[in-house]
């Protein structure tokens, strides 16, 4: 019984194996070359939602002011005249205003929706978020899939830096590698609101009583991304200058993060819950699989350690962070990325600065 037992088990994870090993290779496969578009030159407003003080914040705001690209003003929102940011903002002396809270949606769909009610003379519109560091080139990166009418959005996805070396930290920049995975795959590309970029024309007047009113409402980059697809328009990924955004976490400030942003990414794409089950379980069970067999069988089994070490590898190709914590942080990736999912796919509603929003 015990050998029948064992040959099935054995049967089932070589199943397994064969399956994350494919995807592996199809992931490969699909390369993601970016496209050289023609400059964009159109007036621009960048939109900087402010609430509280992040990390490097008044850094952060004059990497925006200091682009390359010419034709653009940054305009600052904010909840109050007492918000903590407002000290960084005068200082960056950045124009700013008072959102309207009259406005449906969560504290940021509110303050973007405000900017946009109000300036309305401008060509292209871009969403900065204010714990983003930006390299001098972000802005003319960002802008120029614009230049090309079949793109609806373009967007950057960030690196978390940890600020020193620290566990959780690592864990946030390994966590959001995943991120990365998705804008890499055409079909699976969303707009990451901390750095957005589209033309007027996208948010017509029902467009924007959609971002607004929406279910989707309590999260701006899914709501645009909603609207954009349903306009057939295609979303463009550019991957340089990678956005920064600094870390100092302990683990109830990650988990609460990455729960809150797996609940938003469940709130917009459903299917990304099974799909994550069953390839996350199935990372878990090659892990688990390869120490037992390899141990209590063969060594032969250590094979189902593949595609761990891809993994491991890639996570030093992309880190700037060279820490050999690196190596446990993306063994034990996985079974936080399917707890994450758990929790998520149960939360009724999410807490996102100081304020809480039904899902």
Known sequence: MYEIFLDILIIFCIIVFIFILSLDLSSFLRKNNEKNYAKYRGKTLVIVPCKGKDITLYENLLSIKKQSYVNYNVLAVIDSED??????????NFTYIITNKNQNGSGKVKAIATALKKFRDYDAYVIADSDVLFERTWL??????????????????????PIRKNFWSEMKMIWGFVGDSLLENEKRRFGWGGSLAFRKDLLDKKSLSFFTD???SVSDD?????I?????????YTKTPKPIVNCDENFKLFFEWANRQTALTLLGYRKNLYEGLVYYSSEIILILSGIFLSIFISPIFLIFFIHTLKSIVFAYKRSRLKDLKILIIVILAPFFYEVNLIIASRMKSIVWRGNRYKL
């Open 228 to 236: 954009a697809k349903s306009k057939n328009l295609n979303i463009s």
């Open 140 to 161: 003319t990166n960002l802008l120029a899939p614009l230049s090309d009418k079949t793109i609806g959005l373009s967007t950057m996805y960030p690196f978390f830096k």
């Open 83 to 92: 918000d903590p940011s407002k000290t960084f903002i005068k200082k960056a």
């Open 214 to 216: 929406s279910k989707y």
């Open 222 to 226: 899914i709501s645009l991304t909603k």
